[in-house]
């Protein structure tokens, strides 16, 4: 199953989800692999040690058909969890691939490989509708949206469903949307709750059940290369990913 993470609108929680979903189904044993197609490569500075040391990068391998992603999948810090790592290369993709006639299918053809090594693959993507996160709807079975409850919250939305429309219009018909994800929620304040009612009218059934408080663990985590599981096992932040994680089997199977 290949679920891709994305929302145009950055600060949502994007790579603090890919990295704590996947960390957590890794943990109750399932093969897990993270792509990070993100050029910041904050799921690859996350949880991967000294990821520096690595000479290429997931832009070598869509601009360069002889590599295949296993030469840049490597061991994160979470045992069962693979990361298919990002350097600031792939900020040059867009140009790399500028007339090529497959630029848009490039990671669905190196993911097809692989696919059945993995009970799941996620893809956490960076904060534009370019082609990197084309690429990156066009390779899932399924995309999650993170969205913050915040004023600005639906900004764009529109158009990141639009593209969705595109996309299974021309290049994947089978391209469903598993769940709407609220994140960094406060209960305790007015907005919080006004915004969650304009997100339920928006997406009604598709938000899950659970949502993501706003959580310091989850943001100190990354700086010492742990998920939330680790870092802070009691946590709010850990409990609410462990609910998500088996929100995602439970949609999965339907």
Excluded: C
């Excluded at 929680?13 to 197609?37: C, E, P, Q």
């Excluded at 490039?106 to 893809?123: A, G, M, N, T």
């Amino acid at each position: 199953m290949v679920i891709t993470i994305a929302n145009q609108k950055g600060g949502v929680g994007k790579t603090t989800t890919a990295v704590n979903v996947s960390a957590a189904l890794a943990l109750m044993g399932k093969n897990t692999l993270l792509i990070d197609t993100d050029p910041q490569a904050h799921s690859t500075i996350s949880i991967v040690n000294n990821p520096e040391q690595y000479e290429k990068s997931l832009y070598d391998v869509l601009t360069n058909s002889k590599i295949n992603i296993d030469a840049i999948t490597v061991d994160s810090t979470i045992p069962g969890l693979k990361v298919a790592i990002s350097k600031i290369s792939m900020a040059k993709l867009e140009s790399s691939l500028l007339g090529e006639i497959d630029s848009h299918y490039r990671l669905r053809d190196v993911i097809e490989p692989i696919i059945k090594k993995y009970e799941y693959i996620f893809i956490d993507t960076p904060p534009t509708l370019g082609l990197i996160t084309l690429n990156s709807l066009v390779s899932a079975d399924y995309l999650i949206i993170p969205i913050q409850s915040s004023y600005l919250s639906l900004e764009g939305t529109d158009d990141l469903l639009e593209t969705v429309t595109k996309v299974r219009k021309v290049a994947n018909p089978n391209l469903k949307i598993l769940g709407v994800l609220i994140t960094l929620f406060d209960k305790r304040t007015n907005i919080a709750k006004d915004v969650l009612d304009r997100i339920k009218e928006v997406f009604g059934d598709k938000i899950f059940k659970t949502f993501i408080s706003k959580s310091v663990k989850l943001e100190e985590s990354p700086a010492y290369k742990e998920s939330i599981f680790t870092y802070a096992a009691d946590s709010i932040g850990s409990s609410q990913y462990k609910e998500i994680a088996k929100e995602i089997i439970k949609r999965g199977k339907k």
